[in-house]
Protein backbone atom coordinates (compact mmCIF):
# COMPACT_ATOMS: atom_id res chain seq x y z
CA UNK A 1 0.00 0.00 0.00
CA UNK A 2 2.23 2.61 1.08
CA UNK A 3 5.05 1.67 -2.00
CA UNK A 4 4.88 3.92 -4.60
CA UNK A 5 3.72 2.16 -7.81
CA UNK A 6 3.85 4.53 -10.29
CA UNK A 7 6.38 4.14 -12.98
CA UNK A 8 7.50 7.79 -12.91
CA UNK A 9 8.74 7.36 -8.73
CA UNK A 10 10.15 4.13 -10.06
CA UNK A 11 12.09 5.58 -12.83
CA UNK A 12 13.16 8.78 -10.86
CA UNK A 13 14.80 6.11 -8.16
CA UNK A 14 16.69 4.08 -10.56
CA UNK A 15 18.21 7.68 -11.75
CA UNK A 16 18.85 8.77 -8.24
CA UNK A 17 20.40 5.51 -7.66
CA UNK A 18 22.58 5.80 -10.68
CA UNK A 19 23.84 9.16 -9.45
CA UNK A 20 24.49 8.67 -6.50
CA UNK A 21 28.22 7.35 -5.23
CA UNK A 22 29.59 3.71 -5.24
CA UNK A 23 29.65 3.72 -1.56
CA UNK A 24 26.17 4.84 -1.24
CA UNK A 25 25.23 2.29 -4.23
CA UNK A 26 26.72 -0.35 -1.97
CA UNK A 27 24.97 1.13 1.05
CA UNK A 28 21.27 1.50 -0.61
CA UNK A 29 22.12 -2.44 -1.52
CA UNK A 30 22.67 -3.23 2.07
CA UNK A 31 19.84 -1.63 2.99
CA UNK A 32 17.41 -2.82 0.39
CA UNK A 33 18.49 -6.34 1.62
CA UNK A 34 18.20 -5.89 5.07
CA UNK A 35 14.90 -3.62 5.40
CA UNK A 36 11.62 -4.62 6.49
CA UNK A 37 13.15 -8.37 7.94
CA UNK A 38 12.63 -7.92 10.82
CA UNK A 39 9.25 -5.75 10.85
CA UNK A 40 6.95 -8.52 8.84
CA UNK A 41 5.03 -12.02 10.38
CA UNK A 42 3.75 -14.68 8.02
CA UNK A 43 2.99 -16.83 11.14
CA UNK A 44 -0.60 -18.09 9.89
CA UNK A 45 -2.05 -18.80 14.30
CA UNK A 46 -1.54 -16.56 16.61
CA UNK A 47 1.43 -17.87 18.70
CA UNK A 48 1.05 -15.00 21.67
CA UNK A 49 0.30 -16.36 25.59
CA UNK A 50 -0.30 -13.49 27.57
CA UNK A 51 -2.76 -12.61 30.47
CA UNK A 52 -3.30 -9.51 29.26
CA UNK A 53 -6.89 -8.87 28.57
CA UNK A 54 -7.62 -5.52 29.27
CA UNK A 55 -8.90 -3.67 26.56
CA UNK A 56 -9.05 -0.18 27.99
CA UNK A 57 -5.68 1.95 28.49
CA UNK A 58 -5.24 3.70 31.41
CA UNK A 59 -5.14 6.87 29.29
CA UNK A 60 -9.02 6.11 29.15
CA UNK A 61 -9.02 5.58 25.11
CA UNK A 62 -10.42 2.06 23.89
CA UNK A 63 -8.22 -0.27 22.08
CA UNK A 64 -9.61 -0.01 18.64
CA UNK A 65 -8.76 -0.23 15.24
CA UNK A 66 -9.36 3.42 13.87
CA UNK A 67 -9.49 2.70 9.88
CA UNK A 68 -8.91 -0.39 7.50
CA UNK A 69 -8.27 0.92 4.01
CA UNK A 70 -8.38 -1.43 1.14
CA UNK A 71 -5.83 0.30 -1.08
CA UNK A 72 -4.31 -2.10 -3.74
CA UNK A 73 -5.95 -4.95 -5.61
CA UNK A 74 -3.19 -7.21 -6.46
CA UNK A 75 -1.59 -4.17 -6.95
CA UNK A 76 1.64 -4.52 -4.69
CA UNK A 77 4.74 -4.38 -6.65
CA UNK A 78 7.53 -7.27 -7.51
CA UNK A 79 9.64 -5.36 -5.23
CA UNK A 80 7.35 -5.24 -2.25
CA UNK A 81 8.85 -9.39 -2.60
CA UNK A 82 12.28 -7.61 -0.99
CA UNK A 83 11.01 -4.70 0.95
CA UNK A 84 7.76 -6.28 2.57
CA UNK A 85 7.89 -10.44 2.74
CA UNK A 86 8.10 -13.03 0.80
CA UNK A 87 5.11 -13.46 -2.17
CA UNK A 88 3.96 -9.96 -1.08
CA UNK A 89 4.34 -9.15 -5.16
CA UNK A 90 0.67 -8.67 -6.84
CA UNK A 91 -1.16 -9.02 -3.86
CA UNK A 92 -3.71 -6.97 -2.45
CA UNK A 93 -2.54 -3.91 0.36
CA UNK A 94 -4.48 -2.96 3.18
CA UNK A 95 -3.18 -0.75 6.10
CA UNK A 96 -4.76 -0.94 9.72
CA UNK A 97 -4.16 1.94 11.77
CA UNK A 98 -4.50 1.41 15.52
CA UNK A 99 -5.37 3.40 18.69
CA UNK A 100 -1.96 2.47 20.07
CA UNK A 101 1.92 1.52 18.72
CA UNK A 102 1.53 -2.13 18.65
CA UNK A 103 4.11 -4.99 20.06
CA UNK A 104 5.99 -6.21 16.65
CA UNK A 105 6.68 -9.51 18.79
CA UNK A 106 2.52 -10.35 19.74
CA UNK A 107 2.10 -9.96 16.10
CA UNK A 108 1.23 -12.32 13.53
CA UNK A 109 -0.43 -12.89 10.41
CA UNK A 110 -3.00 -15.33 11.85
CA UNK A 111 -4.17 -12.20 14.42
CA UNK A 112 -6.15 -10.31 11.69
CA UNK A 113 -8.82 -11.60 9.83
CA UNK A 114 -10.71 -10.16 6.71
CA UNK A 115 -14.22 -10.91 5.05
CA UNK A 116 -15.50 -10.12 1.94
CA UNK A 117 -18.88 -8.72 1.24
CA UNK A 118 -19.82 -12.07 -0.22
CA UNK A 119 -18.80 -13.34 3.71
CA UNK A 120 -15.56 -14.93 1.68
CA UNK A 121 -12.64 -14.87 4.23
CA UNK A 122 -9.69 -14.07 2.74
CA UNK A 123 -5.93 -15.42 2.83
CA UNK A 124 -3.47 -13.02 4.81
CA UNK A 125 0.20 -13.56 3.09
CA UNK A 126 1.67 -11.48 5.60
CA UNK A 127 1.39 -8.40 7.78
CA UNK A 128 4.14 -5.90 8.84
CA UNK A 129 4.58 -2.55 10.41
CA UNK A 130 6.75 -1.50 7.20
CA UNK A 131 7.20 1.18 5.77
CA UNK A 132 5.93 3.00 8.60
CA UNK A 133 8.65 2.58 11.27
CA UNK A 134 9.78 5.62 12.39
CA UNK A 135 9.72 6.14 16.60
CA UNK A 136 6.14 6.50 17.53
CA UNK A 137 4.77 4.86 14.12
CA UNK A 138 3.83 1.83 14.85
CA UNK A 139 0.28 1.67 14.98
CA UNK A 140 -0.16 1.23 10.99
CA UNK A 141 -0.49 -2.56 10.36
CA UNK A 142 -0.30 -3.30 6.70
CA UNK A 143 -1.93 -6.81 6.07
CA UNK A 144 -1.09 -8.60 2.61
CA UNK A 145 -2.77 -11.05 1.01
CA UNK A 146 -6.03 -11.76 -0.70
CA UNK A 147 -8.96 -10.89 0.60
CA UNK A 148 -10.80 -8.65 -2.25
CA UNK A 149 -11.55 -7.62 -5.70
CA UNK A 150 -13.34 -4.67 -7.35
CA UNK A 151 -16.36 -7.06 -7.39
CA UNK A 152 -16.12 -8.58 -3.85
CA UNK A 153 -14.44 -6.16 -1.60
CA UNK A 154 -13.27 -6.83 2.15
CA UNK A 155 -15.79 -5.09 4.09
CA UNK A 156 -14.29 -6.01 7.78
CA UNK A 157 -11.24 -6.50 9.58
CA UNK A 158 -10.66 -8.23 13.07
CA UNK A 159 -8.45 -9.21 15.07
CA UNK A 160 -8.52 -12.27 16.21
CA UNK A 161 -5.44 -13.24 17.84
CA UNK A 162 -3.63 -11.48 21.05
CA UNK A 163 -1.98 -8.61 19.41
CA UNK A 164 -0.32 -6.29 22.59
CA UNK A 165 0.17 -3.07 22.63
CA UNK A 166 3.54 -1.63 22.43
CA UNK A 167 3.66 -1.05 26.28
CA UNK A 168 1.48 -4.04 26.44
CA UNK A 169 -1.27 -2.41 29.02
CA UNK A 170 -4.29 -3.47 26.37
CA UNK A 171 -4.87 -6.25 24.23
CA UNK A 172 -6.75 -5.59 20.54
CA UNK A 173 -8.38 -9.04 20.59
CA UNK A 174 -12.05 -8.80 19.44
CA UNK A 175 -11.48 -5.33 17.81
CA UNK A 176 -12.86 -4.88 14.28
CA UNK A 177 -13.68 -2.11 12.00
CA UNK A 178 -15.16 -1.67 8.70
CA UNK A 179 -13.32 -0.87 5.18
CA UNK A 180 -12.85 2.07 3.55
CA UNK A 181 -13.77 0.83 -0.60
CA UNK A 182 -11.07 0.55 -3.23
CA UNK A 183 -12.67 3.44 -4.73
CA UNK A 184 -12.52 6.31 -2.08
CA UNK A 185 -9.75 8.65 -1.29
CA UNK A 186 -7.62 8.29 1.73
CA UNK A 187 -8.29 10.60 4.84
CA UNK A 188 -6.94 11.39 8.10
CA UNK A 189 -7.25 8.30 10.33
CA UNK A 190 -5.46 9.86 13.62
CA UNK A 191 -2.88 12.87 14.94
CA UNK A 192 -0.59 13.60 18.14
CA UNK A 193 1.46 15.87 19.35
CA UNK A 194 4.83 13.87 19.05
CA UNK A 195 7.20 13.91 22.39
CA UNK A 196 10.20 16.37 21.95
CA UNK A 197 12.44 13.25 22.75
CA UNK A 198 10.96 11.93 19.25
CA UNK A 199 11.79 15.26 17.08
CA UNK A 200 14.92 14.39 16.00
CA UNK A 201 15.11 17.91 14.41
CA UNK A 202 17.41 18.53 11.20
CA UNK A 203 17.41 14.63 10.61
CA UNK A 204 17.85 12.95 6.69
CA UNK A 205 15.54 10.72 5.19
CA UNK A 206 17.51 7.14 4.35
CA UNK A 207 18.45 6.24 0.66
CA UNK A 208 15.98 4.10 0.42
CA UNK A 209 12.29 5.40 -0.70
CA UNK A 210 11.46 3.88 2.43
CA UNK A 211 12.56 3.07 6.14
CA UNK A 212 13.03 6.70 7.47
CA UNK A 213 11.88 9.94 7.12
CA UNK A 214 13.17 13.36 7.25
CA UNK A 215 12.66 15.64 10.44
CA UNK A 216 11.81 18.91 11.33
CA UNK A 217 13.90 21.91 10.90
CA UNK A 218 15.74 23.53 13.59
CA UNK A 219 13.88 26.21 15.24
CA UNK A 220 10.86 23.94 15.92
CA UNK A 221 8.91 24.69 18.73
CA UNK A 222 6.15 22.09 17.83
CA UNK A 223 5.68 18.86 16.17
CA UNK A 224 1.89 17.08 15.13
CA UNK A 225 2.04 14.09 13.49
CA UNK A 226 -0.77 12.92 11.12
CA UNK A 227 -1.31 9.60 10.19
CA UNK A 228 -3.76 8.84 7.15
CA UNK A 229 -5.14 5.88 6.41
CA UNK A 230 -3.04 4.76 3.69
CA UNK A 231 0.35 6.33 2.34
CA UNK A 232 -0.56 9.68 0.47
CA UNK A 233 1.87 11.63 -2.22
CA UNK A 234 0.63 14.10 -4.94
CA UNK A 235 -0.63 12.41 -8.02
CA UNK A 236 1.20 10.72 -10.24
CA UNK A 237 3.12 9.88 -7.14
CA UNK A 238 5.85 12.45 -6.36
CA UNK A 239 6.38 13.43 -2.69
CA UNK A 240 3.95 16.65 -1.35
CA UNK A 241 5.88 19.86 -0.89
CA UNK A 242 4.83 23.79 0.05
CA UNK A 243 1.13 23.16 -1.82
CA UNK A 244 0.34 20.35 0.05
CA UNK A 245 1.97 22.01 3.57
CA UNK A 246 -0.13 25.09 2.85
CA UNK A 247 -3.31 23.10 2.75
CA UNK A 248 -2.98 21.67 6.17
CA UNK A 249 -4.58 23.60 8.71
CA UNK A 250 -3.90 23.39 12.80
CA UNK A 251 -6.56 24.82 15.32
CA UNK A 252 -4.08 25.88 18.32
CA UNK A 253 -5.53 26.92 21.51
CA UNK A 254 -2.94 29.79 23.49
CA UNK A 255 -2.91 30.59 26.75
CA UNK A 256 -5.85 28.23 27.34
CA UNK A 257 -7.96 31.06 26.10
CA UNK A 258 -8.15 32.49 22.98
CA UNK A 259 -7.98 30.19 19.36
CA UNK A 260 -5.90 30.84 16.37
CA UNK A 261 -5.21 28.90 13.20
CA UNK A 262 -2.04 28.72 11.41
CA UNK A 263 -0.01 26.82 8.55
CA UNK A 264 2.80 24.82 9.37
CA UNK A 265 5.93 26.00 8.36
CA UNK A 266 7.48 22.94 7.29
CA UNK A 267 6.35 19.31 6.88
CA UNK A 268 8.95 16.50 8.17
CA UNK A 269 8.78 12.44 7.61
CA UNK A 270 9.29 12.90 4.46
CA UNK A 271 10.59 10.51 1.81
CA UNK A 272 9.92 7.37 3.31
CA UNK A 273 6.84 6.43 1.51
CA UNK A 274 4.55 5.81 4.43
CA UNK A 275 1.20 7.24 5.69
CA UNK A 276 2.49 9.74 8.01
CA UNK A 277 3.39 13.53 7.99
CA UNK A 278 5.02 15.70 10.64
CA UNK A 279 3.76 19.11 11.18
CA UNK A 280 6.52 21.48 11.97
CA UNK A 281 4.95 24.46 14.09
CA UNK A 282 6.96 27.88 14.91
CA UNK A 283 4.22 28.48 17.91
CA UNK A 284 3.50 27.51 21.25
CA UNK A 285 0.46 26.50 22.34
CA UNK A 286 -1.82 23.83 22.41
CA UNK A 287 -3.18 21.76 18.89
CA UNK A 288 -6.55 20.89 19.14
CA UNK A 289 -7.78 20.18 15.10
CA UNK A 290 -6.07 19.27 11.95
CA UNK A 291 -7.81 19.71 8.49
CA UNK A 292 -6.88 19.24 4.79
CA UNK A 293 -8.82 20.07 1.87
CA UNK A 294 -10.08 17.84 -0.65
CA UNK A 295 -8.26 17.11 -4.08
CA UNK A 296 -4.51 17.38 -3.16
CA UNK A 297 -3.16 13.57 -2.33
CA UNK A 298 -4.03 10.68 -3.95
CA UNK A 299 -3.03 6.90 -2.54
CA UNK A 300 -1.22 4.53 -4.73
CA UNK A 301 -4.35 3.99 -6.96
CA UNK A 302 -4.44 7.70 -7.69
CA UNK A 303 -7.68 7.67 -6.01
CA UNK A 304 -7.81 11.75 -4.63
CA UNK A 305 -8.33 12.35 -0.88
CA UNK A 306 -11.80 13.54 0.67
CA UNK A 307 -12.21 17.10 3.17
CA UNK A 308 -10.42 15.23 6.08
CA UNK A 309 -10.12 16.28 9.58
CA UNK A 310 -9.14 14.70 13.27
CA UNK A 311 -8.69 15.86 16.58
CA UNK A 312 -5.18 16.18 17.79
CA UNK A 313 -4.24 13.56 21.17
CA UNK A 314 -1.28 14.18 23.64
CA UNK A 315 1.23 11.67 22.24
Known amino acids: MFLKTNPIFLLAL ?4 LLISGCDKMQVIIEANNYGHDLADSTQQDTTETDVTATRHPDGRQAALLSA ?26 PVVFSHEIDLSSMQAGDFRVVSASGAIGKITCVTLAPADDVGESRTV ?9 DDQPVSVEII ?44 STLLPWGGGSACPL ?9 WAGGVTKPGGQEIDDNERTAYRVTMSVDGASEIELVPFAIGDLGDGDNNHELCLDRDGMPLIIEFPAGLVTDPREDLNPQTRAEVTVG
Open 14 to 17: ILGY
Open 69 to 94: FFGLDDGLPRIANKGICEGASGKDGM
Open 142 to 150: LVVGQYGSI
Open 161 to 204: GNLLSKNGQVNFRGARNSVIALEEGPTISWAEIVPEDQWDLGKS
Open 219 to 227: GTRQVVRVT
